[in-house]
């Protein structure tokens, strides 16, 4: 089927991943942008990620998929009747996983893109490879999908907008001391073998706390962990555990002089506000998903056994392990312009 680029009009990104996934998917949606300027351009994402695909400046409106909530089973169903109602001309299905091109299918988008994988080519009328040679980062991998469209760009910076509002509702749950530059710390991964050493982290509190104004962020179940990285300190750090939205961590990370972080979702929050990041790689490829900002600091030490992705066992995590303090607060140093 060749595709009519003069009667596309309406476009649906599908994104159905987590918040580190929807906002590498930002190139495709400025590139959608800059090829069909005069188009509407929605987006479907998963809850989680909808504060994130909200404060993409590409983007008209964002569509929830609540897949264990309200559109689970059946509920789906309702979901689809809305987006039909629509009528999009085109679909993007940006992940391998078939979910999205199924929804697409279903949904009754007449031009429907995405990856060959997982068995989705049977639901989209034009696909992509999903075979990747070569080591390149997430965010020009995600380009490839837009091949079909005759689509090339090289531009694969993140963007996230803040909002005023959360600006607004951050200042009144967090107030910190303007004198010092704010520091972000993010110590805990989405699996152990990511985070380093609780000691390590003790001690880039302790030692950055006369230069720094230091909070640690996580998940409201990082709490127990961040409350013991700070006790150990000195209770020297504010602690935000679970205490902000998306939006309002946003604003926070823009506010701030930079984020030191393991392989994380706000690392690439940072980089899409332009906070310098100070980034901390063990069992994850940087050159896949690290950083990209102009200032960005990755420390990494080189093992055999990286990158694992955490599927195998590990006793003794020493790809994290084997980084230094002297190493982190040198560049966070750096960074501060100490």
């Not at 800059?34 to 989680?48: F, G, K, R, S």
């Not at 039909?84 to 893109?113: H, K, P, Q, S």
């Not at 590990?314 to 994290?320: A, K, P």
Request: glycine share 6%; hydrophobic share 45%.
């Amino acid at each position: 089927m060749v595709i009519d680029h003069a009667a596309i009009r309406r476009i649906l990104i599908i994104n159905l991943a987590f918040i580190g996934d929807v906002l590498i998917s930002t190139p495709v949606a400025r590139a959608l942008r800059q090829t069909y300027p005069h188009a509407v351009i929605d987006m479907l994402v998963i809850p989680l990620a909808a504060p994130v695909a909200r404060g993409n400046p590409y983007v008209d409106h964002v569509w929830e998929y609540d897949k264990r909530g309200r559109d689970k089973k059946l509920g789906v169903l309702r979901l689809i009747r809305q987006l039909r109602a629509e009528r999009y001309d085109l679909a993007v299905a940006t992940n391998f996983a078939a979910r999205g091109a199924m929804l697409a299918w279903a949904c009754g988008i007449r031009y429907r893109v995405g990856y060959d994988a997982q068995h989705a080519g049977c639901f989209l009328t034009h696909t992509s490879s999903a075979v990747r040679p070569d080591i390149r980062h997430e965010a020009e991998n995600y380009l490839n999908v837009l091949k079909p469209l005759g689509i090339h760009t090289a531009d694969t910076s993140l963007t996230l907008a803040v909002k005023a509002e959360d600006v607004l509702t951050l200042h009144k749950k967090v107030a910190w001391n303007a004198a010092k530059p704010l520091m972000i710390i993010c110590p805990v991964g989405s699996y152990a073998q990511k985070s380093w050493s609780t000691s390590g982290f003790v001690e880039l509190v302790r030692q950055m706390e006369p230069w720094a104004e230091c909070y640690l962020i996580g998940a409201r179940s990082d709490e127990a962990k961040l409350e013991e990285i700070n006790n150990a300190a000195g209770d020297i750090a504010g602690v935000l555990a679970g205490t902000l939205t998306l939006g309002e961590l946003a604003a926070l990370l823009a506010e701030a002089r930079l984020l030191v972080t393991v392989d994380t979702g706000p690392m690439h929050i940072a980089n899409a506000v332009g906070t310098p990041v100070v980034a901390l790689f063990g069992p994850t490829d940087p050159r896949v998903w690290g950083p990209r900002g102009p200032k960005d600091i990755i420390l990494q030490q080189p093992v055999d056994c990286a990158p694992c992705w955490g599927k195998v066992a590990c006793s003794d995590y020493r790809c994290m392990n084997l980084l230094e303090i002297d190493e982190v607060v040198a560049a966070v140093r750096r960074l501060l312009g100490e």
